[in-house]
């Protein structure tokens, strides 16, 4: 009985310190993405800063874009934040602009294509439609377990604000819709400019989602 319990107690001991370890890890795991997109977004910070001091007299050059401390993974899957941190040993090409919701706390590099490197790292512009910056339907897709999970609490009047190296468009949402994955009327072009964000639907559905959750927004201002 003795021999039962001591072997016990090394099995609960062991059981408790594997535990540690996986904790620890997955803490550094999530510290190291954090500091990651930090200087993803600083590159981006600097370039625009770069290409506004080029452009622009001194007087009218605009402060550059505030770059966040930290990301929030609060929302993310642990699967979605393992897979940021892998995505960050790649080279990555200059985010093409930067997408804030202030409301929802979300600053994220917009990067150019939607394969899953892409999209582990950042969110990324839908080939074939308007390109940041230029009229028509400017279309972002992002995982619903990583940066885009915020969306399940967006609401109509919301503000998006859509960051170039030239000006920061700004965007407020105007619908919500939930649509089948072979409905591409929502990436067609429009005559007015709008943004479209993507998403699979619904945000914690185990496996492969059935749904695609859209977010509609159009064009209400823009500045240097």
């Given amino acids: 009985m003795r021999d039962d319990m001591k072997h016990l107690n ?44 080029a452009t622009q007299p001194a007087s009218n050059a605009q402060a550059p874009l505030p ?26 090409p200059l985010a093409i602009a930067v997408l804030e919701l202030p409301r929802l706390g979300l600053t994220v590099p917009v990067l150019e294509g939607t394969d899953e490197l892409t999209l582990n790292r950042g969110v990324g512009h839908i080939e074939g439609t308007a390109l940041p910056g230029e009229r028509g ?51 067609e072009p429009t005559g007015e400019s709008s943004l479209t964000l993507l998403t699979c639907y619904p945000f914690y559905y185990v496996g492969n989602a059935p749904k695609r959750f859209i977010v509609r927004a159009s064009l209400t201002g823009e500045g240097r």
């Fill in 67 to 92: 770059v966040p401390t930290s990301v929030d993974f609060t929302l993310w899957s642990e699967s979605r934040v393992r897979a940021y941190q892998k995505s960050q040993k790649e080279a990555a």
């Fill in 137 to 187: 339907n400017v279309a972002i897709a992002g995982h619903r377990d990583g940066f885009f999970r915020v969306l399940k609490d967006v609401t109509s009047g919301d503000q998006i604000h859509l960051v170039t190296l030239e000006q920061t468009l700004n965007y407020t949402v105007e619908e919500t819709r939930i649509v089948e994955p072979e409905d591409v009327k929502v990436l």
């Fill in 10 to 53: 090394t099995l609960e001991r062991l059981a408790w310190g594997a535990g540690l370890l996986l904790l620890a890890l997955f803490a550094i795991a999530r510290v190291h993405g954090a500091l990651s997109s930090r200087a993803e977004l600083a590159r981006f910070d600097a370039a625009r800063a770069a290409h506004q001091q």
